[in-house]
């Protein structure tokens, strides 16, 4: 089995370019530009990254790591680094999110992001023949009015980003917040997404929002639908798409908020699936969560449920069946599936 899902043709829907760093990596980034992290060692960044207890905690650990991408290298290195372990696991595609505002608010600029973001791409397809796009995230912290001027700022990338989001603290009423954002991202061809983080305040009324007033085309985790049954029905009569990351954390030295969050997620896929939703696993964010990339989070899930080979190659194909891309490439991923599936039938 293990060795049969880490072969299988995957998507990767759901993971961050400023997660993706590893704690060496981090380190050497720091160690170039001379950055005073109060880490020496990769212990030490392990360490760190074990005091994640909740989301809050979460982004503020990577708000200090990702301190070290200073310049269109880091972007480029980091990125690169994510496809090449994506590609060893079988991921073939991958949609990939970014923050603009965690760097343009450092002084650092939108051109310099992309710069290093774009070669990776175009790297990634040449040495790995692993294609993907970029989603813009717009931080639900921060105004609507400094999302609106990174929206403006991206228009001379529009070729370059496939979509926006919206991540990083589930603050009250986001979803208001943003509705007239999304409304001129999608008047600008942007396709449309948001995180719904799971089991924070007022899961359930910011996944209607998502649904009504963004009209989001996909949900980030917002597993939390499977506790309303109207919310499931819309979803299936929407045919959303979801990417559930049942991420494998460090383990926390103040409690078990790692096993707890990698069952509880795991725990909603399964009647996800039953359902008939569509949904996929990602990878969130692996530098900070053990370095576990899209095989691992699929082995791991798969032995954690019990899941047959079936449910899982259904897992890989609901990522095709969600990417943003044209139907003809959806097809070709979808029959590779099949031909792997046939040369390795049990």
């Known amino acids: 089995m293990k060795e049969f899902l880490y072969g299988l043709p995957k998507t990767d829907l759901h993971t961050h370019v400023e997660g993706v760093m590893e704690p060496l990596q981090i380190l050497e980034f720091a160690h170039r530009h001379r950055v005073n992290l109060p880490y020496d060692t990769e212990a030490q960044v392990q360490q760190r990254m074990s005091e994640v207890v909740d989301l809050p905690s979460f982004i503020q650990v990577r708000s200090e790591l990702l301190s070290v991408m200073l310049t269109e290298r880091e972007f480029h290195e980091a990125a690169m680094a994510y496809f ?14 970014f923050d603009p505002q965690c ?15 774009l070669r990776a791409q175009r790297e990634a397809v040449q040495e790995l023949g692993l294609r993907s796009q ?48 999304f409304k001129e991202a999608e008047k600008l061809g942007y396709r449309l ?10 899961s359930l009324r910011n996944i209607r929002g998502a649904f009504d007033t963004l009209q989001v085309e996909r949900l980030d985790h917002g597993v939390n639908v499977m506790e309303d049954a109207s919310l499931v029905q819309e979803a299936l009569r929407r045919n ?13 030295p103040s409690g078990d908020f790692a096993a707890t969050y990698f069952k509880r997620v795991t725990g909603f896929v399964k009647p996800m699936l039953e359902q008939g939703l569509l949904v996929t696993l990602g990878t969130d964010d692996a530098g ?5 990339y899209c095989g691992d989070i699929y082995c791991a899930t798969q032995r954690q449920m019990n899941f ?12 095709f069946t969600m990417a943003w891309i044209p139907e003809s490439d959806r097809k070709g991923y979808l029959d590779s599936i099949d031909a792997y599936c046939k040369r390795h039938a049990p």
């Open 84 to 97: 090449r372990r994506s590609a060893e696991q079988g991921v073939v595609y991958v949609e990939m999110f």
């Open 103 to 117: 760097h343009t608010d450092r002084g650092i600029a939108l051109d310099d992001v992309m710069a290093g973001l």
């Open 134 to 181: 970029l989603i813009m995230c717009f931080n639900r912290d921060l105004s609507a009015e400094s999302a609106m001027v990174t929206l403006e700022d991206s228009i001379r990338f529009r070729n370059d980003i496939v979509g926006v989001g919206l991540d990083n603290p589930e603050v009250e009423g986001f979803v208001e917040k943003f509705a007239q954002v």
């Open 193 to 202: 997404t948001t995180h719904c983080d799971v089991d924070q305040r007022d």
């Open 240 to 252: 959303m798409g979801f990417t559930a990351c049942p991420t494998i954390l460090y383990p926390s």
């Open 288 to 292: 900070m969560m053990m370095n576990q």
């Open 308 to 319: 047959s080979r079936e449910t899982m190659v259904t897992l890989a194909r609901n990522g």
